[in-house]
């Protein structure tokens, strides 16, 4: 059986590419993901975080690498919540993830619990690898203290009170941060659009990497490109 040890080692320093699919902006999108994964294998990639219980079964079927699946709800705002529930958690692993990531912000989820509490009663349940999205340092440290295998910075930027208008810049001051007080692994995630920026995470004492627009969503790259050459 694969342990927590195990999966850490191998992201050591490594690439885990965020296969992302944007299913609403075109249809054929949807035969995209094994692409994505298979160049993710073959160009090194040291796992994959992949959205959805019937992706992650197709894609386990497809590839030896780690696989961190997670899914989407929403909070009672309409924003993003990886990951809402137990059952979900559940359905991830028996689909053949070998980490689940949790959304572990300060938000009330819509059963009225916040990320701390609800990361408390899975890991209660659960012995399996988790791995806790945060935005802030405070809850980097609680989710440590609760029994967290991986901690990423996900979501910092995205949560209020955390909120960047530069969305190009990866918040490099967290993942130092972080790094420096846990001793469990910091995973960097959230805005690396380059190679000079994943190994500056890298240098800050990041175990790992993760990067998903800048390797898997084309559309957003060239807006990117137009919208440089665009401005006046």
């Avoid at 989407?72 to 689909?95: K, R």
């Avoid at 972080?178 to 659009?193: F, H, K």
Wanted: hydrophobic share 40%; with cysteine; proline share 4%.
């Amino acid at each position: 059986m694969t342990t927590s040890n195990t999966i850490t080692t191998r992201f050591y320093h490594g690439l885990i590419v965020s296969c992302h699919i944007d299913m609403e902006q075109h249809a054929s999108m949807r035969d995209m993901l094994a692409y994505y994964v298979d160049i993710a294998d073959r160009g090194g990639a040291a796992g994959l975080r992949i959205e959805g219980v019937e992706h992650v079964r197709r894609m386990r079927a497809r590839t030896q690498l780690p696989i961190i699946g997670f899914t989407m709800g929403n909070y009672e705002d309409g924003s993003p919540l990886i990951t809402p529930g137990l059952a979900d958690v559940q359905a991830l692993f028996d689909a053949g993830a070998d980490v689940v990531a949790i959304d572990g912000t300060k938000r009330k989820r819509p059963d009225g619990t916040d990320g701390f509490q609800f990361f408390e009663q899975i890991r209660r349940r659960v012995s399996k690898t988790l791995w806790v999205d945060v935005a802030t340092f405070r809850e980097g440290i609680c989710a440590a203290e609760s029994g967290a295998d991986l901690i990423a910075t996900t979501l910092a930027g995205y949560t209020p009170g955390t909120a960047v208008d530069d969305y190009r810049r990866p918040e490099f001051k967290l993942i130092h941060e972080l790094a420096d007080a846990l001793t469990i692994p910091v995973i960097a995630e959230g805005r690396i659009w380059t190679p000079e920026s994943a190994a500056k995470a890298i240098e800050l004492g990041a175990h790992a990497v993760v990067v998903g627009s800048a390797i898997t969503r084309p559309l957003v790259i060239t807006e990117m490109f137009v919208n440089a050459l665009s401005r006046d």
